[in-house]
């Protein structure tokens, strides 16, 4: 039997079917328009609980909206959760960012105590969460602070893989060399025209990050020439972290970890996802297990400060067990920050065409994965320092990054808690100009296609001298 929904005086819809889908499938529900077609506000009577003679008949739930978006949608929430037997422990939250969400109320009500219980009363938190939430926010602003006046964190993308996952739906092209550095050419190009707008406005840069697709795609020569202008074009002196995701283990040498590290890169990300050969195999990735190991002992030997390490709960046909050993053999490899995702069934995946439905099973194996890595990681010494959820996440559960030695990534706690103007290179990277007095970000993205990037490199430029610098 559908689960049959009309949401009366709803102008928008989406952020309500979002929460619906939390519980149900497309196929097991369904949205009625309302018959006057009406829109805004409502004063039709038969709200919550009540339905008409012919809504009876087919089983229809009427909700109207009387001004508060929350309150619809905890009548939203109960009435699924009876229907469905399930309680999200995210309650009603659909967006990504519950710690800015946190901050914010921390604002409004001055104590950690008064923002757990307006998550658990308001917005339906499990205590669990709302206890999580709150403790990455306190470890934030003990740790990293607040950002300063003017500061900047800049974001380099290097949109090339050697293969592409099941999931991904990022910028990950496969091409020759000759590509890559075609493409590097005119990277420069916009890095240049960027650190003459960094020093024309005054911006302080916080943290550097270089991410992908795959940076270390990249040969030693087109890194160096790459870390050589960043050093020598942007103003470094008040860098307080320099990333680069070096994800791909198969892509990774001592020479390119050599280079990085004398150009000050401070962090690292090796990224496994999983420890099980099989599961590399079916998600597509081209790298082997030793070539993780192998990778890790380059990281030690030639002395790199901090290496990260990705690892996703809810591969396809993976185990508990699985999980659970991939855990432990990154933890026995030494990783500073673990980061735990959940597998999210993106629009742009190759897994959203296989199995559109994919992260509606086994949720309660995704909840007892992330359960077990987070009592684990904290007894071994790790801390939640950021998190953010993800919409088609398996079991409705959120990612997590952990560290230890109170080494948080300042850049990722910066792009979630959007209060800092993020400024992006090259394709499919968007920069956000952040307005402290109005609390507001506006994006400046440039084209996600590398060719069309690169034939169109002095627009992408434009579109900042328009839109982000001052």
């Known amino acids: 039997m559908l689960y049959n929904c ?15 889908k ?17 829109s805004g506000v409502s004063a039709v009577s038969g709200a919550f609980g009540k339905t008409s003679a012919d809504a009876e008949q087919e089983n229809l739930r009427v909700f109207t909206f009387t001004g508060d978006k929350d309150l619809l949608k905890r009548q939203l929430y109960e009435d699924l959760s009876a229907y469905s037997g399930k309680r999200p422990k995210w309650g009603i939250l659909t967006g990504i960012r519950p710690v800015k969400l946190a901050g914010e109320l921390l604002k409004q009500h001055g104590s950690l105590e008064q923002v757990r219980q307006t998550l658990k009363d308001q917005y339906l938190l499990h205590p669990q969460k709302a206890d999580l939430v709150c403790e990455i926010l306190q470890y934030q602003r003990e740790t990293v602070g607040l950002p300063g006046e003017n500061s900047l964190s800049l974001y380099i993308g290097i949109p090339f893989c050697p293969t592409r996952c099941l999931y991904c739906s990022f910028p990950s092209n496969q091409k020759p060399q000759a ?15 960027a650190a003459e707008g960094v020093k024309r406005d ?34 470094m002196d008040g860098v307080r972290e320099f990333t680069v995701e070096a994800g791909r283990p198969d892509t990774i040498t001592e020479d390119k970890l050599r280079i990085m590290r004398e150009h000050g890169v ?5 990224n496994p996802q999983s420890m099980k050969q099989e599961t590399l195999e079916r998600i597509g990735r081209a790298h082997t297990v030793a070539d993780v190991r ?26 508990f067990e699985d999980f659970q050993t991939s855990l432990q053999e990154i933890l026995e490899l030494g990783a500073d920050n673990i980061t735990l995702h959940t597998l999210a069934v993106k629009r742009a995946s190759r897994l959203k065409d296989l199995d559109e439905g994919f992260h509606y ?101 434009e579109r900042k001298n328009k839109g982000f610098w001052r």
């Open 361 to 461: 099973k086994n949720e309660t194996l995704r909840e007892q994965m992330l359960e077990y890595a987070l009592k684990t990681l904290k007894a071994q010494g790790y801390q939640p320092y950021y998190l953010y959820r993800q919409k088609h996440t398996s079991g409705n559960t959120e990612n997590i990054g952990f560290c230890r030695g109170d080494t948080p990534s300042i850049y990722n706690i910066r792009i979630m808690e959007e209060a800092q103007s993020i400024l992006a290179l090259g394709a499919g990277a968007i920069s956000k100009i952040y307005f402290p007095a109005e609390n507001r970000l506006e994006r400046v993205p440039n084209v996600t296609n590398y060719e069309i990037y690169i034939e169109r490199i002095d627009e992408m430029i």
């Open 22 to 38: 939390v519980f149900l499938p497309p196929e097991a529900y369904r949205l009625i328009p309302e018959p006057d077609g009406g």
């Open 266 to 270: 401070t962090r690292i990300s090796i």
């Open 294 to 319: 192998r990778a890790f002992s380059m990281a030690e030997h030639q002395q790199m400060d901090l290496v990260n390490a990705d690892l996703i709960a809810g591969l396809p046909e993976e185990r």
């Open 6 to 20: 009309m949401l009366r005086g709803v102008e928008r819809t989406n952020p309500y079917e979002e929460l619906i």
């Open 179 to 193: 590509e890559v550095e075609r493409y590097l050419e005119i990277l420069l190009v916009e890095l240049a025209a």
């Open 202 to 235: 005054g911006y302080k840069l916080e943290s550097i990050y270089i991410g992908g697709g795959t940076p270390t795609t990249l040969n030693e020569v087109q890194l160096e020439r790459l870390l050589n202008q960043l050093a020598e074009q942007m103003p």
